[in-house]
């Protein structure tokens, strides 16, 4: 299976499984997120939510292939359930990067609360570079935590950036050796799910509550512009370079 799930000592751990395509997101596979975080929800023996990929990938954002053949038209379409589900999540959400988080592999860390990274991870917002724009929030939720002019460098020029600068902007909690991470990550979400379940949803609630309405808003209208973005010349020209393997062109757009 290409995202697996399993429940152990009050934690349901998400894990993708999709190696031999660098963890490449399928709309399958953020339909699986969005239900197994929903059954989390709605389940009281789970205390904890924990997202890990593999020691040398995270995940390498959307499978461009079958994003293309399923693009997210409306906001019932995976993608936008996988978001709701995971933003609007009431127990607390743990997240274990190694090795590349490309796109939403970024943007998804922004509505966990607790993010640890390997010392081999590697983030990249590359929205534009695709003649998009960004999405799940992070064109609000990235100014916040690091500064607006941190969090422009990344989404305008969508160049890659390390740990180490993830940590220095506010995007993770701690730096680890690849070799430890997921069982830092694991003691970590452990120590959550033998706290009070009550304290910790609303101390969640209470330090969250006062962002959602704007979150969500900035959310939809992210989701408008790029579904727009979507069909338009620039993108179409960025997603055929990518799969010719060529340099896109944008000359001719103004």
């Known amino acids: 299976m290409d995202i697996t799930s399993s429940k152990d000592g009050g934690i349901l751990t998400i894990e993708f499984n999709r190696p ?22 709605g ?42 589900a995971l933003s609007g999540a009431q127990k607390p959400v743990v997240a274990a990067v190694a090795g590349n988080a490309v796109g939403i592999g ?37 100014p916040r935590l690091a500064g607006y002019q941190r969090a422009a460098e990344k989404l305008l ?14 995007l993770v909690s701690k ?29 969640k609630h209470l330090m969250k509550d006062h962002d959602v309405a704007a979150v969500n808003a900035k959310m939809l209208e992210e989701i408008r512009h790029f579904g727009a973005m979507l069909l338009a010349p620039e993108a179409k020209e960025a997603f055929s370079a990518f799969m010719e393997k060529r340099r896109p062109d944008f000359s001719k757009f103004s």
């Open 106 to 142: 970024t943007t998804l860390l922004m509505h966990c609360d607790l993010v640890y990274a390997a010392d081999n991870a590697k983030f990249a917002l590359p929205f534009t570079q695709l003649g998009l724009c960004p999405e799940f929030s992070s064109s609000i939720l990235l």
């Open 157 to 170: 020029l969508g160049e890659a950036f390390h740990a180490d600068e993830a940590l220095a902007m506010g």
């Open 43 to 84: 389940d009281a023996a789970v205390r904890v939510i924990l997202i890990a990929g593999k020691p040398e990938v995270f995940t390498a954002g959307n499978d461009l292939g079958d994003f293309l053949m399923n693009p997210p038209r409306d906001q019932d379409a995976p993608v936008f359930r996988f978001m709701r």
């Open 20 to 41: 031999e395509k660098k963890n490449a997101i399928t709309a399958a596979m953020y339909a699986a997120m969005a239900e197994a975080i929903g059954d989390a929800e």
């Open 175 to 203: 730096v680890l050796p690849v070799d430890q991470l997921f069982d830092h990550a694991r003691a970590q979400a452990a120590k959550l799910a033998a706290l009070p379940p009550s304290s910790i949803r609303l101390t």
